[in-house]
């Protein structure tokens, strides 16, 4: 059985894309943060979340564009898809998403709305300046990502 439950706060507004063709789909990709019971730090002074990549397709999706803003705490029931491609540079990168099957509010719209006004404000936004070298590349739809960067695995 695959089966996942999950509950967390979207970690920026969901990126949605529409399918080419007569009868287009909608298809939604967000990344919840989902808290940890435990805390990594030996002193318990941080919390710590695992960012789980999602997508939705559908209905769905035009749901999550519609009403899902970054903050805002959702729940999740889907299956786990694992997947491959081989990059630029010739490496396979392995990836891991929940395909979204249901989806639903989490909190009331007030505990929401003051969960995310509590938060502190971004900058405001910087003129666009003209891209750098890593920004630009093929249309592939894949984001650079840069080196050096280390992540845990999810399991032993």
């Known amino acids: ?3 996942v439950i999950l509950m967390g706060r979207l970690t920026r507004d969901p990126e949605v894309r ?5 009868s287009s789909m909608a ?3 967000f990344t919840l943060a ?3 019971r435990f805390r990594r730090d030996r002193d318990g002074n941080d919390a710590s979340a695992d960012f789980i990549s999602c997508v939705s397709f559908g209905k ?3 749901f999550a564009e519609k009403y899902f803003r ?7 029931t889907g299956r786990i898809q694992t997947g491959s491609y081989t990059n630029r540079d010739g490496q396979k990168v392995y990836t891991t998403e929940v395909v979204v099957e249901e989806q639903e509010f989490a909190e009331s719209k007030s505990a929401s709305d003051s969960y995310i006004a509590a938060q502190p404000r971004a ?5 666009p300046s003209a891209p750098s070298p890593e920004d630009v590349g093929d249309t592939d739809g894949f984001m650079n990502i840069p080196d050096g960067i280390d992540e845990e695995l999810p399991f032993n």
């Open 70 to 76: 970054k903050g805002l705490k959702i729940a999740v």
């Open 18 to 22: 529409y399918s080419a063709g007569e």
């Open 123 to 127: 900058e405001a936004p910087r003129q």
């Open 27 to 29: 298809i939604a990709r």
């Open 34 to 36: 989902v808290d940890r």
């Open 60 to 62: 769905q999706a035009e």
């Open 1 to 3: 059985m695959n089966k």
